[in-house]
């Protein structure tokens, strides 16, 4: 039997939360209750090796808070890019994922798109959309909507923030405010993009 630990699996295993709590805990039963008081090397070391735990601890509670903060900060921002993407990314995300019936709007969250056509890459860039998987069927390929993007949308069609009306043979799309008009999807040319 072939056994390799490397010094990179080693860091991985003390960078576990898990192992920094059960570092703690261990320095504080030790400490409390079986340290062998009058030994004041060893009250030294286990007070040392206690405030390593301490450390370990508030490092990976402030890192968590920190990826924590970044995390909204991103999605904030990607909540912004999608109230403002522009009337033909809007047209592209509406005739692909979106389906109309009795004037209401439904979400359907995976569409396919061709890759020469290239229009899934402005959604894509996005962070809007991503490519659900590498089997193609007749020649498109499956992208899902992000999570956060379902979310979003869902959400602001149930507050109305995005409604669909047609009016006059037209397709209208008010979306967070905005008025975009467009033909219906397989009407729709993407050669501008």
């Known amino acids: 039997m072939n056994i390799s630990i ?3 699996d080693i860091l991985k295993f003390f960078n576990k939360l898990s192992f920094k709590l059960a570092f703690f805990t261990g320095i504080i039963i030790y400490k409390f209750f079986l340290l062998d ?3 004041k090397i060893a009250d030294i070391s286990i007070n040392i090796m206690l405030t390593i735990s301490i450390i370990f601890l508030v490092d ?3 890192e968590r808070i920190i990826k924590l903060i970044k995390k909204k900060y991103i999605l904030k921002k990607y909540i912004r890019g999608i ?3 522009s009337e033909p ?3 592209i995300l509406v005739s692909n994922y979106f389906e109309i019936k009795n004037n209401k709007v439904i979400i359907n969250p995976t569409a396919y798109f061709s ?3 290239g229009e899934y890459q402005i959604l894509s860039l ?3 959309i991503f490519r659900a998987s590498s089997v193609q069927t007749s020649f498109s390929f499956p992208f899902t909507l992000e999570e956060w993007a379902y979310k979003e949308l869902d959400k602001a069609i149930q507050n109305e923030q995005i409604t669909y009306v047609k009016k006059k043979g037209e397709n209208i799309v008010y979306w967070y405010g905005k008025e975009v ?3 219906d999807k397989k009407t729709i040319n993407y050669l501008y993009y």
């Open 115 to 117: 890759i020469e056509e």
């Open 6 to 8: 490397s010094l990179k």
């Open 37 to 39: 008081k009058s030994s």
């Open 83 to 85: 109230k403002e993407l």
């Open 89 to 91: 990314q809007i047209e």
């Open 60 to 62: 990976d509670i402030i």
């Open 126 to 128: 996005k962070a809007i």
């Open 181 to 183: 008009k467009f033909k």
